[in-house]
Structure formats: C-alpha cells, structure tokens
C-alpha cells in the first residue's frame, strides 16, 4: 500500500487502530486485500505515526494520524512534517 493509499483509508482513529492490528498479523492484511509489509508504526500520544520503506520506489515516507487539537499541539507537528521525510498529517476530528 503506498502512502497516498494509506491516507485515504485513515479517516479516524479507529482506522488507524485496524491498520496497526494488521501490520503486526499478516493473516489479517491479506483479508482485507492490503499490502502492509512496508510499513512500520509507532504509537505517539494522541495517535500514531506510520513510517513507509521503499528503496526502490518512492524511499521514506510518514503518515501521521492524531486527533484534532489546540494550535499549539498542530504547530509542533507542522514542524516535523517540515523536518522529515515525505510527511502527511491528518489531524482527525
């Protein structure tokens, strides 16, 4: 699954929850007819950060999905998109 992919499966939290379930159960992953095998993911507070590993295609890519918060909190990972590989935030109501 490419990170464009990835996004637009991501609509809330709970979403995020089922592609973290089936990054770590393989079983689950062909069910639902998805390639995870690029994929890791660490939990952050709020939500989760999914970091992709191509080296032939498209190299590093993170897609970070948290709940909506006060402008504070959406600054501090605007600067991280800035910082890091190909990022995407998306901030979930």
């Known amino acids: ?6 996004t637009c ?3 809330d ?3 995020a929850a089922d592609v973290v379930e089936a990054i770590d159960d393989r ?4 069910r639902r007819g998805w390639d995870l095998t690029r994929w ?3 939990l952050v507070p709020w939500g989760v950060r999914f970091r992709y590993r ?7 890519a993170e897609v970070i999905a ?15 998109a800035r910082t ?6 998306l901030l979930l109501g």
């Open 1 to 6: 699954m490419s990170p464009e992919q990835l």
């Open 9 to 11: 499966y991501l609509t």
């Open 13 to 15: 939290l709970a979403m």
């Open 27 to 30: 079983d689950l992953q062909r």
């Open 40 to 42: 890791r993911y660490d």
């Open 54 to 60: 191509d080296r032939q295609a498209s190299g590093e």
């Open 66 to 80: 948290v709940i909506a918060f006060d402008a504070r909190g959406a600054s501090a990972l605007d600067h991280l």
């Open 84 to 89: 890091g590989p190909r990022t995407t935030v």
